[in-house]
């Protein structure tokens, strides 16, 4: 077992509200420590696990992932970014990791904006320039709002040091993999190495892939790298999601127990470093 895999666990645990004295037991041994985040990674890998239903949904036709030079051109040509580095990242990928549909581009936030909610907004006029987008949180993604998982910000930070340039390139699935499952389901089944996109890496992914989201009879896409609270008052019990609907491409936020068969949340996988 990895130091990566006790500490992480560990955490969980912590969060879970195990008490002081396991740690403590923990601590003392590394038999120890290793035979109880054994137990404690089947436990955690349980939680809401009646939070599963079945679903059938998948992609609409015509989607499929895109060449990562297009995907390149395209984010900077819109806000504005250098993709030179990027495009030579993308010239000696390893192999495709298990689980991960594709590889994609996705800009840094920092190249965008001063704040994560600021560069989620400026994400959304570039697509609402482009076709119909309606914001149910407009207004409402300022930092009491919404934020980065800290799975998803500390990912994106080692990224950002091991990627040069102003994009990344990351290997992801738009949700798929995670049908019918809620936010915390799906975070709790996440392997080692996956972790939850949230609103600007979906959203980019959405500018890049437009054909994603088109009609209300398809899968949509969860953001479990991102958490939302609702009143603004430190309760980040929500998780937004892209939908369709209207004619018109949505975003909005719920409850992150709630299973729905026409929903999965998209992700992504870390290097192993």
Request: aromatic share 12%.
């Amino acid at each position: 077992m990895s130091g990566y895999q006790v500490v992480s666990t560990i955490e969980e645990l912590e969060r879970a509200g195990a008490s002081d004295e396991l740690f403590a037991l923990i601590r003392g041994s590394q038999e120890v420590a290793e035979a109880m985040v054994n137990a404690g990674s089947v436990f955690l890998q349980n939680r809401y696990v009646d939070e599963e239903v079945v679903s059938n949904y998948s992609y609409p036709d015509g989607y499929s992932a895109k060449p990562l030079t297009k995907q390149i051109g395209t984010l900077a040509e819109l806000f504005g970014l250098d993709g030179e580095k990027a495009l030579a990242f993308a010239e000696n990928l390893p192999e495709l990791p298990e689980g991960a549909e594709g590889w994609f581009a996705i800009p840094k936030w920092q190249a965008v904006a001063s704040t994560y909610g600021e560069a989620v907004e400026n994400m959304f006029a570039l697509i609402g320039g482009g076709r119909g987008f309606k914001n149910w949180r407009e207004g409402k993604l300022g930092k009491q709002y919404l934020r980065q998982s800290e799975r998803a910000e500390q990912v994106f930070a080692r990224l950002c040091e091991q990627q040069d340039g102003d994009i990344l390139i990351i290997p992801a699935q738009f949700s798929l993999r995670h049908r019918g499952r809620s936010v915390r389901r799906a975070r709790a089944v996440f392997t080692e190495s996956e972790f939850g996109l949230g609103s600007f890496a979906v959203g980019c992914m959405l500018l890049t892939h437009p054909e994603r989201e088109q009609v209300w009879e398809q899968l949509h896409i969860d953001c479990s790298g991102d958490e939302y609270a609702p009143a603004g008052d430190g309760k980040f019990v929500s998780a937004p999601f892209f939908d369709w609907g209207d004619g018109k491409l949505r975003f909005s936020t719920g409850w992150t127990g709630n299973a729905d068969k026409q929903y999965g949340s998209a992700s992504g996988f870390a290097p192993q470093s």
